[in-house]
Each structure stands twice: as C-alpha cells, then as structure tokens.
C-alpha cells in the first residue's frame, strides 16, 4: 500500500501510542523520519530512536522509537500537530518561528542545514519548512 504522507503516519502513530501507554512504536524508515525523531530526543520528548533493518522489515527497515513518560506515567506531550501537509506547504523565516505554549513547546522544521527545533533555528539563525508542532 502506497503511503502519501509518511511524516503524518508517524505522527499519528506516537500520538495513538502515547496515548494508550505504549513504550515503544514502530514507523516507517526515511530521512525526515529519523530527523523529525532526533529533534524529538534532543528536546526530551522520547528517549530513544533506532533503526531496525532487515528484509522482514521490507526493504528500508523500521524506525522504532521509545517513548518518553513523567515520573508517575504522565505524558510529556498532549498535542502533536501537523502544520505543513503535501496539500499545503508552510513556511518560515527565523524572525517569524513560532513559539508553542509560550516557548514551552517546540515546532519542528526543516531546513537547508537538516530537520531541527526551533530553539537550534534560533541559535543557526536559519528558517523553514515548518512540520509540525509538540505541545
């Protein structure tokens, strides 16, 4: 089965683990996919992401990525959106980097230097296409 868009399968994917408990999930392996999950560790929403290769894995392997919970299993993130969809694509200079929950969330791009947050936007002082965004 053809997938149209393989970052919101991922999305949706941690977001329904998340929600039920899971420790771990399963989603397809890819450039931006891995990007999108160091951008994730990086800022403490999961702990770890790996890639799992292997013909029964189909080919390109699977990323597996373990999920993050607060010290009494409470979830660190409670929204996980996707702002740039293969219909619609959204942009962004560095002046104009959005700040979800007031700088305690984090939006997610990609830029000509790789798949970063927006705090290390800031810091290379480079802009985007802005993915999505964790709150």
Same mark, same amino acid.
């Given at each position: 089965?053809?997938?149209?868009?393989?970052?919101?399968?991922?999305?949706?994917?941690?977001?329904?683990?998340?929600?039920?408990?899971?420790?771990?999930?399963d989603?397809?392996?890819?450039?931006?996919?891995?990007?999108?999950?160091?951008?994730?560790?990086?800022?403490?929403?999961?702990?770890?992401?790996?890639? %799992? *290769? $292997?013909?029964?894995?189909?080919?390109?392997?699977?990323?597996?990525?373990t @999920?993050?919970?607060?010290?009494?299993? +409470? !979830?660190?993130?409670?929204?996980?959106?996707r702002?740039?969809?293969?219909?619609?694509?959204?942009?962004?200079?560095?002046?104009?980097?959005?700040?979800? %929950? *007031? $700088?305690?969330?984090?939006?997610?791009l990609?830029?000509?230097?790789?798949? @970063?947050?927006?705090?290390?936007?800031? +810091? !290379?002082?480079?802009?985007?296409?802005?993915?999505?965004?964790?709150?």
């Amino acid at each position: 089965m053809a997938l149209s868009d393989p970052i919101a399968d991922m999305l949706t994917r941690i977001r329904n683990a998340s929600a039920n408990g899971a420790e771990r999930v399963d989603c397809r392996n890819s450039r931006v996919c891995r990007g999108i999950a160091a951008a994730l560790e990086h800022e403490g929403y999961i702990t770890s992401s790996e890639v %799992l *290769a $292997g013909e029964q894995f189909g080919g390109l392997g699977v990323l597996r990525v373990t @999920l993050k919970y607060g010290p009494f299993g +409470e !979830k660190l993130f409670h929204k996980l959106k996707r702002a740039s969809k293969p219909g619609c694509r959204v942009y962004t200079k560095v002046k104009d980097l959005p700040r979800p %929950l *007031a $700088g305690l969330g984090v939006a997610i791009l990609t830029t000509p230097v790789g798949v @970063l947050s927006d705090r290390q936007c800031r +810091e !290379k002082n480079v802009g985007g296409e802005l993915i999505c965004t964790v709150e």
